[in-house]
């Protein structure tokens, strides 16, 4: 298999510096990354333009909201009981502090990923989202997109791998760098739009040369 260096290079090169933040706030991130649970960047972005245009994506104002005003609004998101209880579980988690206060950079990466691990709804992929984007520590977020490619790539193992051990395999390769780590996931998704959907678009892929799955296609 292509070692994940060559691979990051690769799509590097071949789509370019992506410039990705899922949101322009830290509050924005937080919400978007359990919004996005179950369900694709279109509807999470829908639920989160309503609770904008509703004012919600302030800290004091989303403290404050009522259950049935935030549930109108995350309705597009799908699940939307479950992703109020969700939500409202990781706020209740970060009020004492709010989002701005210096113990974000300062614990240990562990402590905090233990933390959010241990918030209702929070799950592995939910707090490496967070950690990387919203406080900008350096973890790699490992989603579908991540197994599926490295799957096709003849890493046989990645689909039945566990979360940690996927995480383990692109953070031993990689340089421990955040910008790095949202640089290589990012190209990943966007990879994964582009050629390496569920039905695949072989045809001038970057990898195709390097993939026994696209050798077949």
């Not at 410039?19 to 919004?35: D, F, Q």
């Not at 302030?58 to 005003?69: G, H, K, Q, R, Y």
């Not at 490295?150 to 940690?164: E, F, H, N, P």
Request: glycine share 6%; net charge neutral; with cysteine.
């Amino acid at each position: 298999m292509l070692p994940l260096p060559d691979l990051f290079a690769t799509l590097l090169h071949a789509y370019g510096p992506q410039h990705w933040w899922p949101g322009e706030t830290r509050l924005e991130i937080i919400v978007g990354a359990v919004l996005i649970q179950n369900t694709n960047w279109r509807n999470a972005s829908r639920a989160i333009d309503n609770l904008a245009l509703a004012g919600l994506l302030e800290w004091p104002a989303l403290l404050a909201s009522d259950d049935n005003t935030l549930r109108a609004c995350i309705w597009p998101s799908g699940f939307y009981n479950v992703k109020l209880r969700r939500l409202r579980s990781l706020l209740n988690y970060l009020a004492p502090w709010g989002l701005e206060h210096p113990r974000w950079l300062a614990l240990p990466l562990q402590t905090l990923r233990a933390e959010l691990l241990a918030v209702q709804g929070v799950g592995p992929e939910t707090a490496d989202s967070i950690l990387l984007y919203a406080f900008e520590r350096p973890t790699f977020v490992v989603d579908a997109y991540t197994r599926r490619l490295l799957a096709r790539l003849g890493a046989d193992w990645a689909q039945r791998a566990s979360y940690q051990a996927l995480q383990a395999h692109w953070m031993a390769a990689l340089p421990s760098d955040t910008a790095l780590y949202n640089e290589a996931h990012a190209l990943i998704v966007q990879h994964a739009k582009t050629h390496c959907r569920a039905k695949p678009r072989c045809a001038d892929c970057p990898l195709l040369t390097h993939c026994p799955f696209g050798s077949g296609c």
